[in-house]
C-alpha cells in the first residue's frame, strides 16, 4: 500500500479538526454506515502545534497533518513533504476574508516555487475548501467569499481547485476524498 501525506492548514476556526475527522470518516466507512451510525461529534478544542492522523483511503495510506492557526507563519515547512494540501476557509465569516485571502496567497506563492536557494518546494496541489456552508444563509454568500479570494480565477488558472463542503455534516466530503486520492495518485 502507497503513503501520501496531506497537510491541512487555515486560519483560526475555519474547522480544520472537524475536517479532519469527516475526511477519516468518509475514507473508512460505508455510506450506509455513516446514515444508520450515530452523528460524529462536532466538539473540538484548538490545536496546538500539529497533529497526525493516519488511516487508509481508496488503498492509499494517508498520512494527515494538521497545522495550527498559530503557526501560520511555519506552514510552509510541512509543505515540502506534502502530496496535498487542504486550505480550509470560514465560507460563513465575510469579515475573516481578507486574512483568508492573504493567507492563501502566500500558500500558494510558497507551494508553487519549486526547490532553489531561497527554501521553496516543489509544486503541491491545493484544494480551497469553503466550509461551513451550511453556515452560509444563500448561495450569494458563497459566490460573495468566492468573489472576495478570487477562488473562480484562481482554479481557472490551475492554480487552486475548489470545493464547497460542511465537516459538520459531511456535506461535500465525498468530493473533498475524490480530490485527495486525484491529487495522491499524481
Partial sequence: MSRRSVVVVGLENAG????????????????????????????????????????????????????????????????????????????????????????LFDLLAETAAGPGPDGGVAPVPVLVLLNKCERCPSRDARARMRALLHLDALQREGRASVLDASAATGEGFSDVVAWVQRACAS
Fill in 16 to 103: 480544520k479538526t472537524l475536517s479532519v475527522r469527516q475526511l477519516r470518516r468518509v475514507c473508512t466507512t460505508s455510506l450506509a454506515e455513516r446514515t444508520a451510525g450515530p452523528a460524529m461529534s462536532t466538539r473540538t478544542r484548538p490545536t496546538t502545534g500539529s497533529e497526525i492522523d493516519s488511516f487508509s483511503c481508496g488503498g492509499v495510506e494517508l498520512k494527515v497533518r494538521e497545522v495550527g492557526s498559530a503557526f501560520q507563519l511555519r506552514w510552509a515547512k510541512w509543505y515540502g513533504n506534502a502530496d496535498a494540501v487542504l486550505f480550509l476557509v470560514d465560507a460563513s465569516d465575510p469579515n475573516a476574508a481578507a486574512a483568508a485571502s492573504t493567507a
